[in-house]
């Protein structure tokens, strides 16, 4: 069993930045990671994901303003989130798929407003 804690989360102006953690309770070295997202009245969906081996891919939506990466020595993912827009809010869950099983978080809400 692996616990997920998310933080950094807030409200931010439009154009701002936020980085968002995603600790884990064990290690993440063989996981593959992602940050998905769940607005208002919306499904939840990918925002970006991270291999074992550090390839990288995003939603055509944050390509160029979010990065993901991940510190396995801490075992800890992030989401680097910049020049925010109102469309970004939602809450940001981190998913751990370690093993063939998949892990959730509790999320983390991200407001962008003005």
């Known amino acids: 069993q692996v616990q997920l804690v998310e933080s950094g989360g807030g409200l931010v102006q439009p154009g701002g930045s936020l980085r968002l953690s995603c600790a884990a309770s064990g290690s993440i070295v063989s996981s593959n990671a992602g940050w998905y997202r769940q607005a208002p009245g919306k499904q939840r969906e990918l925002v970006a994901a991270i291999t074992s081996g550090g390839a990288t891919n995003y939603a055509d939506s944050v390509k160029g303003r979010f990065t993901i990466s991940r510190t396995n020595a801490k075992n800890t993912v992030y989401l680097q989130m910049n020049n925010l827009k109102p469309e970004d809010t939602a809450v940001y869950y981190c998913?751990?798929?370690?093993?063939?099983?998949?892990?959730w978080g509790k999320g983390t809400l991200v407001t962008v407003s003005s």
């Open positions: 998913n751990l798929v370690k093993y063939g099983m998949g892990y």
